[in-house]
């Protein structure tokens, strides 16, 4: 999230889209009512099916899974159109007046694909995807938008197909229904109103997910509500620290604080350094991240303490290398493992055999490896897969273990929320029986696997017997106890490594030990450590931040400052800066998010991006400061999939063909996997003729793993349920509460029918199309008799968004008959 | 932890109110005998579901979780929760949670209890010997990678971020390169 | 003392059910075995392990028109409580400010209640063969200076609790044109601040002790006394 849940209540339009805050993040609707009650803000949903949130919508409307770049194409081409921007703020802090190589094409010149593009390869080769740069190497800009080259001009052709007709013919909306959206969204390009946004996985899980987000992330920057109170682009994240297990890097293609894991081409940290450092020509450019080498040289010398050195390159070799353009997310995982190539497994805190897309391949997978660990409050389908419907044990040869955590509140430390705030947790109380803190089950493992190599040797120990690992009182082998996760703390937040007698940034003196106050005070000469760049100034030398329990709001804007603390810096809602005008002054004078205070020369309010002046005044810098440009990018150079998003089908859907680009169905930069029966897909194939969507329930979480152990839960929600249109389940003769098989080409479940108008079949292209629903929360392991059901990924394809790798479990095609 | 709330407070006080008012308490002593909460330990702490971060207190009363609910002073959720947070409880008190390590051997159809200790050692063991197989110092073309293929982590989305740490520290300090959490899900 | 009330907005009601989950919590009731019957609401009914709940109404037009409103059943703690009225053994009372109170020891099961109850609320313990449970207002709480678990949990204030007299004055003053509850009666402790008809919502037009129990209630109190509406149960 760029802003915060009590933001929320800010905002004068709130879209809803790709996500169902009601059911699966209800205290946000805590603020989103009070944004309807107290500021008269219009709460829209667009949705396959009408949800907990949609009853409670100012504007419902109704799409097909998978078409949402159709519907928000339109809206950019409206808010084009009906001049509806917000001139100022697109021509100052946006890419939009950038001329663009004249090289590059669009879809509509060459038949649905960008220039670039390898159809062997499926994917780009981005060298025309560039602006257009003058002698001192500053993009050429045409502020008054209208030269053909500029990206501004660039959108509106590309968008010039996604007419009304073309939307609802696409998506299957009413086109009153899609005018009166854009009409009400459109209506926050003024400097005095905003617009939110809540996403989830109902954008993420496509294989256009990326682009999903994209696709509103310009109309944010379009109508000026990047930024702003009550504005921003908000992702709802699916679990209480999928953040911080974001931010601390446990992705295989990054580090701690979003660094990027090295390649195998980045042979040594200087070719590192060169490589992930970004250079600016643009004066006015903060370019934070030209601060990466102190990152990444901290980051090595909390792994590797004292053995870091800028002899050894700070240990930079130890670092496991991947290779180049390689894929090790979780569908390659699985598709490796189904190949026998990964033999040994952690399942910590997740259940995989259901939540991972296509599970019956997941669960084939994990029979061929030689061991798994799961470590976890309950047993689950993935600890007990060899005793899972269709397995046979005497044939599994895999040797599992079962390791009991604590829960939550039976240890201590900090989690962080969707909206970057982490917050402390403290122990209420012991642990049943054996159960351990995860942190010491890593302790406890780390240590012994230490020593063995320690008395043995074996393959390239160094990496190991040389990490720190100072997190509390060490018994007489050496080894900690237990761990104080305060300790680990401290290290995250970062520490001097010597004295430091005069720093270059305030020019006071630092001890060796002293916590660092930022990440400001960070170093890239090794006499700072730092685990986790963007947590500086979580832990001070006086104060654990994340435990403060302030409540003051002298805004009134729900910032609260001193509750907790967020990264980075405290900083409550991102790219402040461009929610003022060029001098400083709030867009929104109701809302002031920042304001600069030209007399003591500094800015009032939120934390700004930086403390610099305002863009106008001397020494003024541009608010984007991640972007090596300072400017929000319309125009997106970084994506393996187009600059603009563009509509195609997904990959399982009832057409042959993309309306808008008849040559490329579906998006042309997606990996197929064909190599194994358990992969196939099929596209407008009769025998599954309905859309099938999958989702959360409020009753529920994730696999079920938590929420089907909880009686009092699974009173609510005791069993898996699809959810199917009258007019459909007429057709098939199904009744609400008859038990239903759902069959995809990869599997079949049975469910119970709940038959709804809430589901309505949309005329699309010509068709009537007819859509369903799962929940995905639901396993053979419990409830024991097996009344809950099975999950619903047995029948989600293995495909993923060509960005991120996301499974697309949001849309696919499936049969629905009475059992 | 300094906690001062006003809801709370009143609990305290009250609990001397309350004596005055056992003929009444006493009608519906079936489901209401004492405030459950009444000298109830307080330790706050952040909702383990979803990604709002909402407040709650669990009350604990000799190593046992009695009560909890939201935490009124929480800026996110000032006192509300949805009914998933609202059963904290039930993760404290629950009947289904594994106590003890379990192992299960290779062809065998039943779990068994083991000791930490070995399940731990057993568990290095085969890391160590997964490792040693197949680490690879360069790839194909000479680059140094110093990786292991073969082993793989996912999870601890839910984990605190002390612990997510320590396990991208530890894992990668093994050499995987397959480690991801449920963001990519 | 000032009555004590609840103020449902249905409007404000996401449906999440934190409400039910609450006040199991706190009342320390068992979950019961459910299954889908087709529908989300669950369970399908109050019982003596379930005080409140939420009603899943799903309304259509021919259109396109479709809304889903959520509304709670419970105890409405009446201001003239029929139950009260009827019980033979005084095991229910009314306190000062207004909360239907109930005493197990003292209820002999004799059901009079549910059939005397204008929303038949009363469930009884044993599989529906003992004792009264239903909603008591989180009373020990409200003794505390607390608030009632369903209304403290609910993420959106759809239920609020305060003085009855302050609540009904603010859904006034909020513009709901339809306060359920107001009047019917002797005025409801929880009341419904709705924008249409109540029928909507399907909340009972009218409310009152049924007719025929009425009659013979009253009809076994004149003649064998108040402890006549023990055999009430075999008129009824």
Request: proline share 6%; aromatic share 10%.
């Amino acid at each position: 999230m760029t802003n915060q849940f009590n933001d929320l209540k800010n905002a004068d339009v709130i879209l809803v889209m790709g996500a169902n805050p009601a059911e699966n993040h209800p205290i946000s609707m805590r603020w989103i009512m009070a944004a309807k009650e107290k500021r008269n803000a219009k709460l829209i949903v667009v949705d396959p099916r009408f949800t907990r949130t949609a009853a409670k919508a100012d504007l419902y409307v109704p799409i097909r899974s998978g078409s949402d770049i159709a519907f928000l194409g339109g809206l950019i081409k409206y808010i084009i159109d009906n001049n509806l921007f917000f001139k100022e703020y697109l021509v100052n802090y946006t890419d939009a007046p950038f001329l663009v190589d004249p090289a590059f094409k669009l879809p509509d010149e060459l038949d649905g694909v960008f220039s670039g593009y390898d159809e062997n390869k499926r994917s780009y080769d981005k060298s025309t995807w560039k602006y257009q740069l003058d002698e001192k190497g500053v993009p050429k800009k045409d502020y008054t938008l209208s030269d053909p080259h500029c990206v501004f001009q660039l959108l509106k052709r590309h968008y010039s197909r996604y007419t009304l007709d073309t939307v609802a013919y696409i998506t299957g909306a009413p086109k009153d229904k899609i005018e009166e959206a854009y009409r009400i969204i459109a209506s926050t390009g003024k400097p005095d109103r905003t617009c939110t946004v809540c996403y989830a996985m109902g954008w993420t899980q496509h294989t256009v997910g990326t682009q999903n987000v994209r696709a509103f992330s310009i109309v944010q920057l379009l109508l000026g509500n990047i930024g702003m109170a009550g504005g921003g682009i908000n992702a709802l994240r699916g679990e209480s620290n999928v953040q911080g297990a974001t931010d601390a890097g446990i992705l295989y293609h990054i580090l701690p604080g979003y660094n990027p894991v090295p390649t195998a081409q980045d042979t040594n940290l200087n070719t590192y350094i060169q490589k992930y450092t970004p250079v600016t020509k643009e004066p006015k450019s903060l370019n934070w991240l030209s601060n990466r080498p102190k990152y990444i040289v901290s980051y090595l010398k909390a792994l590797y303490g004292e053995n870091a050195k800028k002899e050894n390159d700070f240990c930079y070799d130890y670092l496991p290398k991947i290779e180049s353009g390689q894929d090790y997310s979780f569908i390659t995982m699985f598709d490796n493992m189904y190949k026998g190539k990964i033999k040994g497994f952690f399942a910590w805190g997740q259940n995989p055999a259901c939540s991972v897309a296509n599970s019956n391949k997941v669960r084939k997978a994990l029979a061929k490896l030689d061991w798994l660990v799961v470590v976890n409050l309950w047993d689950n389908e993935t600890s007990s897969f060899w005793r899972g419907p269709g397995m046979d044990p005497k044939k599994v040869k895999t040797e599992v273990f079962f390791l009991p955590c604590c829960a939550s509140f039976e240890k201590e430390g900090s989690i962080t929320n969707s909206g970057r705030i982490a917050q402390w947790r403290y122990k209420a109380l012991n642990p049943p029986g054996l159960a351990m803190p995860d942190a010491d089950i890593i302790n406890e493992l780390y240590f012994r696997i230490k020593k063995l190599y320690e008395k043995e040797g074996g393959a390239f120990p160094e990496p190991i017997l040389k990490l720190t690992w100072d997190y509390g009182e060490k018994d007489a082998s050496g080894k900690v106890k237990h761990v104080d996760t305060h300790l680990v703390a401290k290290e995250i937040n970062g520490y001097f490594t010597e004295d430091v007698p005069v720093h270059p940034v305030d020019k006071k003196s630092y001890k060796k030990g002293q916590q660092l106050p930022s990440f400001a005070f960070m170093l890239d000469d090794g006499r700072s450590a730092c685990g986790n760049w963007i947590y500086s100034g979580s832990y001070t030398d006086s104060i654990n931040m994340m435990a403060r329990r302030g409540k003051e709001d002298p805004t009134g804007l729900g910032l609260f400052l001193n509750w907790a603390w967020a990264w980075p810096v405290n900083r409550r809602i991102l790219y402040n800066r461009a929610s003022v005008d060029p001098k400083g002054n709030p867009y929104d004078p109701e809302r002031p998010v920042i304001k600069w205070d030209p007399v003591n020369r500094r800015w009032i309010g939120d934390v700004p991006d930086g403390p610099q002046p305002p863009l106008a005044e001397e020494g003024g810098k541009l608010p984007f400061i991640m972007k090596p440009l300072g400017v929000g990018t319309v125009f997106g150079t970084g994506l393996a999939d187009g600059p603009f998003p563009t509509h195609y089908e997904p990959l399982e859907c009832p057409f042959v063909e993309n309306p808008l680009y008849k040559k490329h169905r579906i998006n042309p930069t997606v990996k197929i996997f064909k190599d194994v029966p358990e992969d196939r897909f099929v596209v407008c194939d009769t025998r599954y003729p309905y859309i099938c969507t999958t989702y959360r329930v409020t009753e529920h979480w994730q696999t079920g793993v938590m929420t089907r152990h909880m009686d009092w839960l699974r009173e609510l929600q005791p069993q898996i349920f699809v959810e199917i249109g009258r007019e459909l389940a007429k057709e098939k003769g199904i009744k609400s509460g008859d038990k239903v098989i759902v069959s995809s080409p990869r599997g079949r479940i049975w469910a119970i029918a709940i038959v709804t108008d809430r589901f309505r079949p949309l005329k699309v292209a010509g068709q009537t199309i007819h859509q369903v629903g799962l929940p995905w929360h639901f396993g053979w392991r419990f409830p024991e008799d097996g009344s809950g059901g099975d999950s619903a990924n047995l029948l989600t394809p293995t495909v993923g968004d060509p960005n991120t790798m996301i499974p697309e479990t949001k849309v696919f095609t499936v049969n629905v008959e009475k059992a | 932890m300094e906690i001062t709330r006003r809801d709370f407070l009143k609990v305290s006080l009250s609990t001397v109110f309350l004596a005055g008012l056992g003929l009444e308490l006493e009608k519906t002593k079936a489901y209401a005998s004492e405030l459950k909460v009444k000298g109830a330990k307080e330790t706050t702490t952040i909702c383990p579901f979803c990604s709002v971060g909402c407040g709650i207190i669990v009350y604990t009363k000799e190593g046992k979780v009695v009560n909890t609910e939201g935490d009124p002073d929480h800026p996110i959720n000032e006192g509300s929760l949805c009914p998933k947070g609202a059963s904290l409880f039930q993760i404290a008190n629950n009947p289904y949670r594994v106590t003890k390590p379990l192992y299960r051997a290779p062809g065998t159809a039943n779990w068994r209890e083991v000791s930490w200790d070995w399940a731990l050692n057993r568990i290095a063991r085969l890391v160590k010997k997964t490792r040693d197989r197949t680490f690879l110092r360069k790839n194909a073309q000479g680059q140094t990678v110093n990786r292991t293929e073969a082993i793989a982590h996912v999870g601890s989305a839910a984990l605190d971020n002390e612990e997510c740490y320590l396990i991208q520290k530890f894992m990668r300090a093994l050499g995987l390169v397959y480690i991801e959490n449920q963001a990519r899900l | 003392m000032a009555r004590v009330g609840l103020l449902l907005r249905p409007d404000l009601c996401i449906g999440c059910r934190a409400c039910q989950v609450a006040c199991k919590q706190w009342n320390g009731l068992p979950a019961e075995k459910t299954r889908n019957t087709g529908t989300h609401e669950n369970p399908p009914d109050l019982s003596a392990n379930l005080f409140n709940r939420i009603k899943f109404i799903e309304i259509s037009d021919n259109g396109h028109g479709i809304r889903w409103l959520f509304v709670s059943q419970r105890c409405m703690h009446c201001g003239e409580p029929a139950c009260v009225e009827v019980c033979p053994v005084k095991a229910i009372t009314r306190t000062e400010d207004g909360i239907v109170l109930y005493d197990r020891e003292k209820c002999i099961a004799c059901h009079a209640c549910k059939e005397a109850c204008p929303f038949r609320i009363p469930r009884y313990d044993q599989g529906g063969k003992g004792k009264i449970a239903k909603c008591h207002f989180c009373f020990e709480r409200i003794r505390a200076g607390l608030t009632p678990a369903c209304a403290k949990t609910c993420p959106t204030d759809a239920i609020k609790f305060g003085k009855r007299d302050e609540l009904i004055l603010y859904s006034k003053k909020l513009g709901y044109p339809v306060i359920y509850g107001e009047k019917e009666l002797g005025g409801l402790g929880v009341i419904f601040a709705l924008r249409e008809d109540p029928k909507v919502y399907r909340l009972a037009e009218n409310p009152q002790m049924p007719a025929h129990v009425a009659f013979w209630s009253t009809l076994l109190k004149l003649t064998l006394g108040k402890r006549g509406s023990k055999l009430l149960r075999y008129f009824v």
